[in-house]
């Protein structure tokens, strides 16, 4: 079995395989811009988990007018779908207190990716 950092490695690969490396950019920029700015105390590492479920707990992607203001040039359908069809896999990557927005998960926000 893969550890989870070279889990995380091959999803971002497969991420910038299918979005392009310019999306992860603004995908990880959008992260940054969250944890710079204090808007969650959290210690920026760019890993995949972190871009992923700080992204998600924001709404960057899915609310349109915070995916025009990050620069994110694909929709919250494709990347929802994205997600969803890696799962399995997103699963199985750990993600420290330091990945997750600890309100989204209380909000259900990741529930989508609950794997049964």
């Known amino acids: ?9 091959i999803l971002e690969k497969k991420f910038i ?11 990880k ?7 710079e700015s204090g808007h969650i105390r959290k210690v920026f590492t760019g890993n995949f988990m972190q871009v992923i479920l700080i992204t998600l707990g924001f709404q960057c992607v899915e ?10 040039p694909f929709s919250w ?3 929802k779908e994205w997600l969803i069809k890696h799962k399995k896999e997103i699963a199985k990557c750990k993600a420290t207190e330091n990945d997750i927005d600890f309100l989204a998960l ?11």
């Open 106 to 116: 209380f909000a259900g926000t990741y529930d989508f990716l609950k794997v049964k």
């Open 63 to 72: 609310v349109v007018r915070y995916r025009k203001f990050h620069k994110i």
């Open 1 to 9: 079995m893969a550890k989870s950092q070279d889990l995380q490695k």
């Open 17 to 27: 395989e299918d979005f392009g490396i310019e999306a992860w950019e603004k995908l």
């Open 77 to 79: 359908k494709k990347f």
């Open 29 to 35: 920029d959008a992260c940054r811009y969250h944890i």
